[in-house]
Structure formats: structure tokens, C-alpha cells
């Protein structure tokens, strides 16, 4: 099963940039649908970005224009480029890597949440946004 970690978190200031990693061990992460997922004190956890095994994107409306989600497959690493940063974006953010089935359209968020040997979650990294 792949193990996850992710890097880069840390503190910017608002309109500021950001860029996380993701980096898988143990399999390769072409075999996996790629999400990102955060959680900030107080709320309840929320689905970011999807990326399916063919590169094709779905940014929930809080990212949309604002975050990339790309893969490098030479590294077997996912990132998630945040710009125009926002205090409302200070999260613990996470990776999840869910196995492709074949019936498994990859694009539904609540989909990464369920506990099945399918989903792998990193430990997570906090991101703070500061005004």
C-alpha cells in the first residue's frame, strides 16, 4: 500500500503563494486518484482538489482560480500550487491517494472520506495565512 507525506506548509502572508507536495513511497501513485483535502480549527473537513489518473482536475469553489493541482510523475509526488493565498485558507491540509477501479469515476469528494482500504491519507501539514 502507498505511504504518503506531505511537505511545504508553513505561514504567508495574504496574496501570497504557496506550494505543497506530496510525496508517495511504497507503490506508484499512477496507479491512484489524487485529492487534497483541509481542515481548519473549529470546521469541519473539506474536499480542495481531485486529480484523476488521466491529469483531469475539480477544484472545490474555495480553490477555483486560485489553486493548481499537478503531478510529477518522475518523482511519484503530487503539489497543489496555492496563490493569492487567503486567511481563510489556514488549514491542516492532507493528501489522499484512492486506488482506481475501473467503475470509479475518481471526482466525488466524499468518496476519499470513506474508511476502506482503497483511501490513503498523509499525516498532514499546516498552512497558516496571515492578513
Known amino acids: 500500500q502507498v505511504q504518503l507525506v506531505e511537505s511545504g506548509g508553513g505561514s504567508v502572508q495574504a496574496g501570497g503563494a504557496l506550494r505543497l507536495s506530496c510525496a508517495g513511497t511504497g507503490r506508484s501513485l499512477n496507479a491512484y486518484c489524487m485529492a487534497w483535502f483541509r481542515q481548519a480549527p473549529g470546521k469541519e473537513r473539506e474536499g480542495v482538489a481531485i486529480m484523476d489518473i488521466e491529469g483531469r482536475t475539480k477544484y472545490a469553489d474555495s480553490g477555483t482560480g486560485r489553486f493548481t493541482f499537478s503531478k510529477d510523475y518522475a518523482k511519484n509526488a503530487v503539489s497543489l500550487q496555492m496563490d493569492t493565498a487567503k486567511p481563510e485558507d489556514t488549514a491542516t491540509y492532507y493528501c489522499?491517494?484512492?486506488?482506481?477501479?475501473?467503475?470509479?469515476?475518481?471526482?466525488?469528494?466524499?468518496?476519499?472520506?470513506?474508511?476502506?482500504?482503497?483511501?490513503?491519507w498523509g499525516r498532514g501539514i499546516q498552512v497558516t495565512v496571515s492578513s
Open positions: 489522499v491517494a484512492r486506488f482506481r477501479r475501473p467503475w470509479d469515476p475518481c471526482m466525488v469528494f466524499s468518496d476519499y472520506e470513506k474508511q476502506i482500504l482503497d483511501n490513503t
